[in-house]
C-alpha cells in the first residue's frame, strides 16, 4: 500500500502544490494517518494521508474486501492566521482513522464528529463531508479497486449540525449558500436556520 499512498500523495501535490508540514499519528490498531499542509495565498489546506490505504466497508458486511470498496482522503480548508488552526491535526486524524477504528464508510453528506472542537476556542466539533472532485480530483486506480476520492469537509456548529439531522445536508448547504456563508472562516458563527 505505500506505492497507493505515494501516488495518492503525487495527486494532492499536483492539485495543491508542495506542502509546507505534515505530522502523523497512529492510533493502537490502525495504520499511520498523515495530515498535510498547504498554503495558498491566505488559505491553508489540510489533508490527510493513509486513510485510502484500505477501502471503507459496510461494518455489516461478513467479510471485509481489501481490494474493493470505497477510498477516501479529507480536505479541510480554512483562512489562515485567524485561528489556531494547526491545531486540528489530531482530530483531522482521527476522523481519518475511523473507518478502520469505527467501521464507518465516510461519503458524501455523512456528518463527522470529534466531540471537542476541532482547534482551540473553533465553534466547530463536526463536519460535514462534502462531494468530491472539485478542488482534488478523484483518482482512478486499476480495476477491481474504486477510485481515490478526495473529500472536502465543511466545519459546522452544533446548531447546524442539529438542523442538517432534521433537514439533510442539502438543505444545509444551500442555507449557507442563500446566506453567503465563508465556509473558510474558521471563527464565524452559525447561520441563522429560522
Same mark, same amino acid.
Given at each position: 500500500m505505500a506505492?497507493?499512498?505515494?501516488?495518492?500523495?503525487?495527486? #494532492?501535490?499536483?492539485?495543491?502544490g508542495e506542502p509546507d508540514a505534515? +505530522?502523523?499519528? !497512529?492510533?493502537?490498531? *490502525?495504520?499511520?494517518?498523515?495530515v498535510l499542509r498547504f498554503m495558498e495565498g491566505d488559505l491553508v489546506r489540510y489533508a490527510t494521508l493513509g486513510m485510502?490505504?484500505?477501502?471503507? !466497508?459496510?461494518? *455489516?458486511?461478513?467479510?471485509? $474486501?481489501?481490494?474493493?470498496g470505497p477510498r477516501a482522503e479529507l480536505v479541510l480548508t480554512v483562512?489562515?492566521?485567524?485561528?489556531? *488552526? $494547526?491545531?486540528?491535526?489530531r482530530p483531522l486524524a482521527v476522523l481519518a482513522a475511523s473507518p478502520q477504528v469505527e467501521g464507518l464508510v465516510v461519503a458524501p453528506g455523512a456528518s463527522l464528529d470529534v466531540g471537542d472542537p476541532l482547534w482551540p476556542g473553533a465553534p466547530f466539533s463536526s463536519v460535514l463531508v +462534502?462531494?468530491?472532485?472539485? #478542488?482534488?480530483?478523484?483518482l482512478e486506480l486499476d480495476p477491481p479497486m474504486d477510485p481515490v476520492r478526495f473529500l472536502p469537509l465543511l466545519p459546522m456548529t452544533?446548531?447546524?449540525a442539529a438542523w442538517k439531522r432534521v433537514h439533510?445536508?442539502?438543505? #444545509?448547504q444551500?442555507?449557507? #449558500? +442563500?446566506?453567503? !456563508? $465563508?465556509?473558510?472562516?474558521p471563527r464565524r458563527t452559525s447561520v441563522a436556520l429560522d
Open positions: 506505492d497507493l499512498l505515494a501516488i495518492v500523495e503525487a495527486r #494532492l501535490r499536483s492539485a495543491l505534515r +505530522a502523523a499519528v !497512529t492510533f493502537l490498531g *490502525t495504520d499511520r494517518i498523515e485510502s490505504a484500505q477501502s471503507m !466497508t459496510d461494518p *455489516t458486511a461478513v467479510v471485509a $474486501d481489501p481490494v474493493r483562512r489562515a492566521g485567524l485561528a489556531e *488552526t $494547526d491545531k486540528v491535526l +462534502a462531494e468530491s472532485g472539485g #478542488l482534488v480530483e478523484d452544533p446548531n447546524e439533510g445536508a442539502a438543505a #444545509l444551500e442555507r449557507w #449558500l +442563500a446566506r453567503g !456563508t $465563508d465556509l473558510r472562516d
